[in-house]
């Protein structure tokens, strides 16, 4: 529960409607308390009240206020409600403050779903409208592509997820050792702490199927690693497949998206939210054919989700990956559907493309690397290989944004940019971005830029 309701009064004729709310680590305590030993008492007292209309939200979901053009930052706001903030940290140029009160609510807000949310630090946006959510996700990838990749193109609508709660396949609750007292909390970090887990029974973002395993599978867990305070604890992997809800970390597990099954060891990465999964691939499927590309290159291709999914639109498909027991699993996949024009090869670092037997103005290439991006030899390569088409997947728009300045830089223009919910109240989404080789130039880079890559290609 976010808060409780507390009233209403008019003030200058305005209907302000109050709560309080609730899990803040800061409620009531009051400015009397002892600040941290670190705490720089500029501008702000600590805890130190302050009203703030909320201007933005930024990518990590935090509410931008300003006091007398001051930054202060709160969690769990909405852009245009009115709030009260308890300070607690001031940085060099902003504050950090906790939500105290709703003086005057979005119509937007709504009564989240967990009784932990504000507590557990899993979710950020369960106080708002899914319909917000994902407006402001939308905004967050405008931001990051103009501000990290000076990218000025339309964004589409964040592309919602089917299910908007219980649709995340796969948790990992942690623990720790049992406390002095006997306590053994079993759940996930609890907001604004780096060490300190806060037991959650459910979960209501995890599929009901996890949820209705969690209680076995945390006295399982509390049975076998962590009787006794010498034990150090541990991390329970529950993941939602066809064979049901499994622990074992080395199992093999199937998990189907659209017509295809694909096989894979349960503590290995798959995407988590399989209601959305066939929406995004068919939209990587239409973006990579779309100007008719014979050939298809899925780089970064795991355990095969694009090459095979969209074998269908290529004459020939190569995925290419440099973990060797991801690209066994991709052949094995390929063998289990019955799909004959893709070839999974082990790629190099250094020479990703090297051994493929077409060229690069026929090819399609398909990215969806981890959160960091691609490193810059890959870029380099890419750009090299010139493809006609490369649709890039990214679960982090900031990085994604940062390589996408220089893919557009080397003549490259962007088409479509179209983000995907696959992480419902929380701050994260996909996005997806569709660029076509120019019949322009390429930019000229600066002797700084150039020399700034080779650094990073060197290191």
């Known amino acids: 529960m ?25 409620i009531g305590e009051g400015m009397g308390m002892q600040p941290p030993k670190n705490f720089v008492p500029e501008p702000f007292e600590y805890h130190q009240e302050v009203e703030v209309t909320v201007e933005s939200l930024t990518n990590l ?7 007398d053009g001051w930054v202060v930052m709160v969690p769990f706001v909405i852009p245009g409600e009115r709030v009260k903030a308890r300070i607690y940290r001031n940085f060099q140029n902003y504050s950090d403050a906790d939500l105290v009160e709703v003086l005057e609510a979005s119509p937007d807000r709504v009564e989240p779903r967990c009784p932990l949310y504000q507590k557990c630090g899993g979710c950020q946006y369960q106080h708002m409208t899914y319909e917000r959510q994902l407006k402001e996700k939308t905004k967050h990838v405008e931001e990051l592509m103009q501000k990290l990749g000076e990218i000025d193109h339309p964004v589409q609508l964040s592309h919602g997820s089917p299910k908007e709660y219980n649709y995340r396949s796969k948790i990992t609750p942690h623990y720790e050792r049992p406390g002095k007292d006997g306590s053994q909390p079993i759940g996930f970090l609890q907001y604004g702490r780096r060490n300190q887990i806060i037991d959650v029974e459910q979960c209501p973002i995890a599929t009901e199927a996890i949820n209705a395993a969690l209680p076995e599978a945390r006295d399982e867990a509390r049975r076998s690693g962590g009787k006794k305070r010498r034990q150090r604890g541990g991390t329970i992997l529950m993941r939602d497949v066809i064979e049901g809800v499994v622990t074992d970390p080395q199992e093999i597990v199937s998990e189907r998206v659209g017509n295809h099954t694909f096989q894979f060891k349960a503590g290995e990465f798959f995407q988590n939210n399989p209601f959305i999964l066939p929406e995004l691939v068919e939209h990587v499927a239409r973006e990579a054919s779309m100007l008719g590309a014979r050939y298809l290159v899925d780089a970064y ?11 269908k639109s290529f004459e020939l498909s190569a995925g290419v990956e440099i973990s060797e027991p991801a690209v066994r699993w991709a052949q094995a996949n390929a063998t289990i559907c019955n799909i004959k024009n893709v070839r999974f090869v082990i790629g190099k670092a250094e020479a990703i493309f090297n051994g493929l037997k077409f060229s690069g103005e026929e090819t399609a290439v398909v990215i969806d690397p981890p959160r960091k991006g691609c490193d810059a030899s890959f870029r380099q390569q890419l750009m090299q290989f010139r493809p006609q088409r490369i649709v890039y997947v990214s679960c982090d728009p900031a990085t994604q944004a940062r390589d996408l300045k220089e893919f557009v830089e080397a003549g490259y223009d962007i088409t479509l940019i179209q983000p995907f919910d696959l992480f419902p109240h929380t701050r994260h989404i996909e996005n997806v971005v569709s660029l076509t080789l120019s019949s322009r130039p390429p930019l000229v880079a600066t002797p700084e830029a150039e020399d700034e890559l080779e650094g990073e290609i060197e290191n």
């Open 2 to 26: 976010i808060g409780s309701y507390k009233g209403k009064k008019l003030t200058d004729g305005k209907l302000v409607i109050y709560f309080k709310v609730a899990g803040c680590r800061c």
């Open 61 to 67: 979901g935090m509410g931008v206020a300003r006091v």
């Open 301 to 311: 291709c795991g355990v095969g989700l694009f090459a095979l999914s969209t074998s």
